[in-house]
């Protein structure tokens, strides 16, 4: 499904689908070849064909955010590949590893009925190879985690110490706790900390090489690819990150927060204090965020793979705020104000492009 209200570049989109899958299907037929080329020289087509690689490069190794969730598309591929093909529809259905897509074409030879209903289904190849990128890692991080979130899932602890920790979803912590000191790893996710006092018992939360040290107060910590964002509702924190060029030490008081990235550099801000850990009321608020960072805190809400597949429109930066209740709304809210659009490839699967 597109949002992509011009009647010029859809119709240009579907025949880019539909070209993808007769090369696909016929590399060597040079009559082919030549009437794609013919088609290619208008720029519009140009423009949908560029669009289409890009789109199909990245899809093939998006992930999901379950891989259980999956098993069941799987079943339904393998037991629907002898079956019939459905006549195309011309909506942009499926999403191969090989980059073809379902499109409104010509009826095909009975020989490919076969490998097209698999295409549409979604691509076997792409969902089983996510499979095995996915189980792998989830599964290690479980063995690893005292307490984990599901897709969507917020989910409250409480500490032997009486500290409380509520996990955002797809997040996962490990506690140890000492007779000197008490300490949490945030394994994956963000995780809001309310923090029982005790100055002979240093708080510690590490995500990564990032550390937070705290007595009492209460805060919020993020992990991401490139580092960690931390932010103070009351109290204070001190945040160290010593594997950069640089070392970081910071202290952050009630209503600032800072983004330490692994190269060691800081982005230090002000975050009015009930804004801190939104995501406790369902809100995803963004404040001149890339787009990239902003989808990524979106992914933990839906329960499948969401793709972006320009850099350029990643880097974008994003303000709003925006309803978790319904992540697909927002992600068509945050595309809208970029002026790109979501097309849903598969009942798990999210891509967001510039057209």
Not at 20 to 43: H, S, T, V, Y
Not at 269 to 298: C, F, H, K, T, Y
Not at 300 to 321: C, E, F, H, N
Request: charged letters at 25%.
């Amino acid at each position: 499904m597109t949002e992509n209200s011009d009647p010029t570049n859809r119709l240009a989109s579907r025949e880019a689908s539909g070209w993808m899958i007769r090369l696909q299907d016929d590399p060597e037929n040079g009559e082919l070849r030549r009437q794609f080329m013919g088609w290619l020289a208008d720029p519009a087509n140009a423009a949908a064909w560029e669009e289409t690689q890009r789109m199909s490069r990245a899809v093939a190794g998006a992930k999901p955010a379950h891989a259980e969730r999956w098993a069941p598309f799987l079943r339904q591929i393998r037991k629907g590949a002898g079956t019939r093909a459905p006549r195309a529809t011309g909506h942009l259905r499926s999403t191969p590893a090989d980059g073809v897509y379902d499109a409104p074409c010509a009826a095909q030879p009975t020989h490919r009925t076969n490998r097209r209903r698999v295409l549409r289904l979604g691509g076997l190849a792409v969902a089983a190879s996510i499979l095995a990128a996915v189980v792998g890692p989830e599964l290690a991080l479980r063995l690893e985690a005292d307490y984990t979130t599901e897709t969507a899932e917020n989910r409250t602890v409480r500490l032997a110490d009486d500290s409380v920790v509520t996990l955002a979803p797809g997040s996962a912590i490990d506690v140890a706790y000492a007779s000197g000191e008490r300490r949490v790893r945030l394994l994956a996710g963000e995780a809001y900390f309310e923090v029982t006092p005790n100055a002979e018992r240093p708080f510690r939360v590490s995500a990564d090489d990032v550390q937070v040290t705290v007595l009492g107060t209460a805060f919020n910590v993020a992990r991401s690819d490139d580092g960690a964002d931390v932010s103070v509702a009351y109290g204070s924190v001190r945040v160290d990150y010593g594997s950069g060029a640089q070392p970081v030490a910071e202290r952050l008081a009630a209503g600032e927060f800072v983004r330490v990235s692994r190269s060691g550099r800081i982005v230090r801000g002000e975050q009015p204090s009930p804004q801190v850990a939104a995501w406790r009321e369902s809100q995803l608020i963004a404040q001149d965020e890339p787009l990239g960072e902003v989808v990524d805190r979106l992914r933990r809400y839906y329960s499948g793979a969401i793709v972006v597949t320009d850099k350029m429109l990643a880097d974008q930066p994003v303000t709003g705020v925006y309803d978790l209740g319904n992540p697909v709304g927002a992600l068509r809210g945050i595309a809208r104000s970029q002026h790109a659009v979501v097309r849903e490839i598969t009942p798990w699967l999210l891509v967001v492009s510039r057209f």
